[in-house]
């Protein structure tokens, strides 16, 4: 079992950063293949970004691509996604989720366990 609490969501004005952090507890942080997900409301959650277990692989969806960056620090047991450039359609609430599978993915239904999300709101 892996605990996630997200945080650092906020009001931002278009074109400024935030950065999340994902604090993990429980079993072994580094074990888990880690990953981003946001959902607008009214709209499916999307993929953001996700890392692999050392932190040497990573992927991004298309829309995020050059703004976002995921990054991990096994030895905190922390996950962040640094945002810049941010705009209004950026605006959802972000969940970190932790995956035991072999093998990154941008698939929601590959992620075992879940945060309960961090509101970001950009405006314009």
């Known amino acids: 079992q892996v605990q996630l609490v997200e945080s650092g969501g906020g009001l931002v004005q278009a074109g400024g950063s935030l950065r999340l952090s994902c604090a993990a507890s429980g079993r072994t942080f580094s074990r888990y293949i880690m990953g981003w997900f946001r959902q607008a409301p009214g709209k499916e959650r999307e993929f953001v970004a996700a890392?692999?277990?050392?932190?040497?692989?990573?992927d991004y969806a298309d829309s995020v691509e050059g703004r976002f960056t995921i990054s991990r620090d096994n030895a905190k047991n922390l996950l962040y996604l640094q945002m810049n450039s941010l705009k209004p359609e950026d605006t959802a609430v972000y969940s970190c989720?932790?995956?035991?599978?072999?093998?990154?993915?941008?698939?929601?239904?590959?992620?075992?366990?879940w945060g309960q999300g961090t509101q970001v709101t950009v405006s314009s």
């Open positions: 989720a932790a995956a035991g599978r072999l093998a990154m993915s941008s698939a929601a239904g590959g992620y075992d366990y």
């Open positions: 890392i692999s277990r050392s932190g040497s692989n990573t």
